[in-house]
């Protein structure tokens, strides 16, 4: 109960979280939405100061070339000034001797009132030159207090201009995000109550009706409702002179020191894509002149367990390849391996398994399985995970339904499909705990997902 509870609190934290991350990225966007609002506003203080200083400019230009009204009335006074000063100087020279009387001669009073003009005219020549050096001073720490201004402004907006270039690709980042997660939760709604409704309602298909449908490990074979284990750790096989065993190097973990090993590049050369697809290839093959043991076992997964499938005579197991490890075969007669391709069938192209690989007996197959490996006859009908299905006798009928509850498949418990098997004389086998790293699925794990859709079209 607790475990079941942990596992829904968790499920309901990452969604949360998810949208979440949704809420905070679009208010992120909305928060730099108004900054760059500021930032408009911003750059247009800055225009104003740049106009700004551009005025100062002119007005010292034009101080300098004399152009301006203060520095013209500057010019002005001077001038009169210059004439003052000449009107007195001639006016002195033409009456040298009569203006040295000072006060007793009109010439002397006249000179006396040409002085006066002339030092009330410097009053005014100093006055205006005042002027224009305040001006020039107030014009000139204007423009520096507006050159630190600008910098000022500069510095704000550096950044800030940045973000406004990024923001595009901001939001284009954040639909893609949402209308990853929106398109996430409308495909599995769209398979669950579309997809996997049409597919259940199909017929069920038999890949070989006529086939020997036994299936025998370590003696027994699955019967109608009986459930038998079929696999350990290890599993010994004793080589006889006329045997020769197939196997992933990575599973043969003891031999006899006379037998002969040597590399087999493909398990089946007419089908080398499954072949190299689900990891047969680059075989290790050993044969013995006499009866040795060989020991088979998982050395690099410690949840793996292995399994001898017997097929007798004519007896035919759809296998999928993802679970074979190795096969063991008379040379002589070795085991044959067909392909069934079901294009015009609705049920394959809405499950994407439009391909299926037989193989045909006599001969064993080495099949691994997560946790363990079981063997069920099919009976009246049984019904399976599909990602936990190893393989099954060809003459059963085999279909497919929908899984139970929407929830379980939205939160990722359960998969899309199971699978049924019927059928009296047939069985099927699957691995006590699916092995999701190697999940079948279109919608599974994303772009992993769409790969496994692949390989699950071609059967493997």
Not at 41 to 63: G, M, R, T, W, Y
Not at 318 to 332: E, H, K, N, Y
Not at 381 to 392: D, H, K, P, S, W
Not at 419 to 438: A, C, H, N, R
């Amino acid at each position: 109960m607790l475990g079941t509870l942990s596992g829904v609190f968790g499920w309901m934290r990452n969604k949360l979280l998810s949208y979440l991350l949704i809420v905070a990225i679009l208010l992120g966007g909305v928060w730099a939405q108004g900054e760059i609002k500021k930032i408009s506003e911003n750059e247009n203080l800055l225009k104003a100061v740049e106009s700004e200083i551009h005025k100062i400019d002119e007005d010292l230009q034009k101080l300098r070339s004399g152009t301006d009204p203060v520095n013209k009335a500057y010019a002005r006074v001077l001038l009169l000034q210059l004439r003052k000063e000449q009107e007195r100087d001639a006016y002195e020279s033409d009456n040298f001797y009569l203006t040295k009387f000072g006060f007793l001669t009109s010439e002397g009073r006249h000179l006396k009132q040409l002085d006066t003009e002339v030092d009330l005219s410097k009053i005014s020549t100093q006055a205006a030159g005042l002027l224009v050096s305040e001006k020039t001073r107030a014009l000139l720490k204007a423009r520096e207090a507006q050159v630190e201004l600008k910098a000022e402004y500069e510095e704000l907006l550096k950044w800030a201009r940045k973000w406004k270039e990024l923001l595009p690709t901001f939001w284009l980042a954040a639909g893609i995000l949402s209308s990853a997660i929106a398109a996430g939760i409308a495909i599995k709604v769209f398979l669950y109550f579309v997809i996997a409704p049409a597919a259940s309602r199909r017929p069920p298909i038999q890949i070989l009706p006529e086939a020997n449908g036994t299936v025998r490990c370590g003696g027994t074979h699955g019967q109608k409702g009986d459930v038998q284990k079929v696999s350990s750790v290890s599993v010994p096989i004793l080589l006889t002179n006329n045997i020769e065993l197939l196997v992933r190097p990575e599973y043969l973990q003891r031999t006899s020191s006379r037998a002969k090993k040597s590399t087999r590049w493909l398990l089946n050369c007419s089908v080398p894509y499954a072949s190299l697809l689900s990891g047969m290839f680059l075989l290790t093959r050993v044969k013995s002149s006499g009866d040795d043991e060989v020991v088979v076992s998982a050395t690099k997964d410690p949840l793996s367990e292995v399994c001898v499938l017997d097929l007798p005579e004519n007896a035919a197991f759809v296998c999928q390849p993802r679970a074979l490890v190795g096969v063991i075969q008379d040379p002589s007669c070795p085991i044959r391996i067909s392909r069934h391709w079901r294009l015009g069938t609705l049920q394959s192209w809405l499950t994407l398994q439009l391909r299926f690989l037989v193989f045909h007996g006599p001969g064993q197959l080495i099949v691994k399985g997560c946790r363990g490996v079981k063997i069920e006859g099919a009976g009246t009908g049984r019904i399976i995970n599909q990602a936990a299905t190893l393989g099954f006798s060809a003459n059963i009928y085999y279909a497919n339904t929908r899984c139970e509850t929407f929830m379980s498949y939205w939160m990722g418990k359960d998969d899309l499909f199971n699978d049924i098997f019927t059928g009296e004389l047939g069985s099927y086998v699957y691995e006590e705990m699916p092995d999701y790293k190697q999940k079948n699925g279109i919608a599974g794990r994303g772009l992993e997902g769409v790969f496994d859709a692949v390989l699950n079209v071609f059967g493997i």
